[in-house]
């Protein structure tokens, strides 16, 4: 099974501030990578796929990258609806797995 | 419009079963593998089991449900389901229908399983 570890598990940071969530996978998962933003009593919101890119109608503001064991999300300058707990998932092999989730709060 | 429509979860009792079925429609269901993923009560997304696009191949996170639960699907109908033996408090949830494989990702809004006496 792939772990999929997430960091930090909280972060803080102020409105209209740049966010940096890392994902590492315990192999190479390709770019077989998503992230999810949820916020409380939701379904999650794919914003990121392939890595890189992003769904429907998500905003610019957020951008993925990285491959094999490494990647990004990184949100450019926080709104207030973008504070939320952040997923990321591999869909390389099964079977699929999540990290344990980066909850981004306001400072 | 892509939807996939969650039910069949309830309160149920420890050693107890339940079938949870999912009405999708949207985009061709035949063509794509599924999942479920639950999530507990304050806690992260947890992948629970995977189906291939034909099910001839199934999937089954190994040391939480593995055994206990049988994931299957008809294509004719567009539904997917999840027949959940031996249910344990632990196993206490809100239930996602998914597909998270492939691009685009899809997600139903969940059905609500708790085991309690």
């Known amino acids: 099974e792939i772990v999929m570890t997430q960091s930090p598990a909280t972060l803080s940071v102020s409105p209209g501030e740049r966010a940096t969530l890392s994902c590492r996978a315990s192999q190479s998962v390709s770019s077989n990578l998503a992230w999810y933003q949820q916020k409380p009593g939701q379904a999650p919101r794919l914003l990121i796929y392939g890595a890189s890119a992003r769904a429907t109608g998500i905003p610019a503001r957020f951008s993925g990258s990285g491959s094999g064991t490494e990647f990004t999300l990184t949100i450019s300058s926080l709104q207030s609806e973008d504070f939320a707990v952040y997923y990321c998932?591999?869909?390389?092999?099964?079977?699929?797995?999540f990290g344990g989730g980066t909850k981004v709060e306001i400072k | 419009e892509v939807q996939l429509l969650e039910s069949g979860g309830g309160l149920v009792q420890p050693g107890g079963s339940l079938r949870l079925s999912c009405a999708a429609s949207?985009?061709?269901?035949?063509?794509?593998?599924m999942s479920w993923v639950r999530q507990a009560p304050g806690r992260g997304l947890e992948w629970v089991s995977g189906?291939?696009?034909?099910?001839?191949?199934?999937?089954y996170a190994e040391d939480s449900v593995k055994g206990r639960f049988t994931i299957s699907r008809d294509n004719s109908k567009s539904t997917l389901y999840l027949q959940m033996n031996s249910l344990r408090a632990e196993d206490t949830a809100i239930y996602y229908c998914?597909?998270?494989?492939?691009?685009?990702?899809?997600w139903g809004q969940g059905t609500l399983v708790t085991v309690s006496s």
């Open positions: 189906i291939s696009a034909g099910g001839s191949s199934t999937y």
């Open positions: 998932q591999q869909y390389n092999n099964w079977p699929l797995t």
């Open positions: 949207g985009f061709t269901f035949s063509s794509y593998a």
């Open positions: 998914a597909k998270v494989t492939g691009s685009p990702h899809y």
